[in-house]
């Protein structure tokens, strides 16, 4: 599939926590960097996601905020 988002964070899922309808899905980068993405928990199963397996988060936003 090809998307139109450009900014893509590939790295390797190290957790997958479960509850209800929501899943919280964390991706670590390297260099200790995480990235934690909220999906459903059925996304989860289409996606057939795994702990262990190669992955990338795919940032679309129309804005990024930073708070120092």
């Given at each position: 599939m090809t998307l139109s988002a450009r900014n893509s964070l590939h790295g390797t899922i190290t957790?997958?926590?479960?509850?209800?309808?929501?899943?919280?899905?964390?991706?670590?980068?390297?260099?200790?960097?995480?990235?934690?993405?909220?999906?459903?928990?059925?996304?989860?199963?289409r996606l057939s996601l795994e702990e262990g397996m190669e992955a990338a988060a795919v940032i679309k936003a129309t804005e990024v905020m930073i708070d120092a």
């Open positions: 957790s997958i926590e479960t509850d209800g309808l929501a899943a919280e899905v964390t991706i670590e980068l390297g260099d200790g960097q995480q990235v934690t993405s909220v999906i459903t928990s059925n996304s989860v199963d």
